[in-house]
């Protein structure tokens, strides 16, 4: 039977704009499912007063890092925790000294149970160990800041063999800085900047043993901070006079946003 043309036509322009549209659709499912978030973001932040954060409760750098990590749309969900302890140096969070180690302890075994998370522990400690006297341990030599963040890690990693572990550099502080608590000083700020190197070392040496757990943080933020002080920083007095050694608010969101960059490319 031969069909009216019309009708003919009529067929084949249906079928034109069925394939057509299932083309469109298959587009829009492959973009989508390429868009889709991965797995939940659990980060929990070690360090001293500048992790703990010196402004209001939600104003820290782990609150500024987590906002900017969830911008990013990477993830399904960033859930940030803050274990900084104002005054707190590497060896208040050695597990045998049962203080600051407990509280990471307590969190990580709660957030290690969701197998569809990935557990990120962001660490940023020295500050204190660089000081002359006064915070625990202080002054803490390179080698034994490099011995502490590896008894740290290697307990970490023993606990939870799938967390990434990352260590951002000590930032920068005024070279007169010297508190009721804690005495710095420009020895302090030399000794702060010799542990990089040991961040360095302590990164080799798990990468040779083959371990990409542990990564190097953000380094960054020691150089932003030595120029942009006097707008980042909050103005302290002490006995040595006007020092600089804690972030303002405006300081805690350029230093989250330097954390959140260096966890985003970790733990991608």
Known sequence: MKLNPLYTTLISSNQAKFVCLTGVCLLILTVFAFKQPGKKLNIIFIGDSITHGTMAKDQSPPIYAGNYLRQQNKWNGVNIYNAGVSGYTTVDFLP?????????????????EDKNTELVISMMLGTNDSAIKGPNGSPVAPEQYLANLKTITDTLLARYPQCKIIYHYPIWYSNNTHNRGAMYLQEGQQRVRSYWLEIDKLVKYYHKSKSKQVCKGDKQAY???????????????GPSGTFYLHPNQKGDVALGEFWAKAIAKAAR
């Open 96 to 112: 045998n000294t049962r203080k600051g180690f407990i509280k990471v302890r307590t969190l990580g075994d709660s957030l290690a």
């Open 223 to 237: 150089a932003y901070f030595e120029k942009n002080y006097l707008t980042d920083f909050r103005v302290e007095n």
